[in-house]
């Protein structure tokens, strides 16, 4: 991932780790699927997760998304 998003799991890992994220909601169209909305290089990201029988966070993606930089508070440069 980080050769196309300039950021990699690890570097998310850690923000989610340090509560550095901004919000938590439900992903509406993929039931068990949850978001941690967090602000990265200045721009609001959504990193989709799921829990996993073991109860461990695992991460399936990350990306920029205006929706929920609109919502989050954020310009629209």
């Known amino acids: 991932m980080q050769v196309n ?3 990699s799991f690890e570097e998310i890992s ?3 780790l340090d509560g550095t994220y901004i919000d938590i909601v ?7 699927q949850m978001y ?3 602000n990265i290089k200045e721009y609001t990201w959504v990193a989709p997760f799921l829990i996993d029988d073991k109860e461990r966070i695992v991460l399936k ?3 920029p998304i205006r929706e929920f930089h609109n919502k989050y508070g954020g310009d629209n440069e």
């Open 26 to 32: 439900e992903n509406p169209t993929r039931d068990n």
């Open 14 to 16: 850690g923000l989610i």
């Open 61 to 63: 993606a990350a990306f």
């Open 36 to 38: 941690f909305i967090m």
């Open 5 to 7: 998003r300039s950021i």
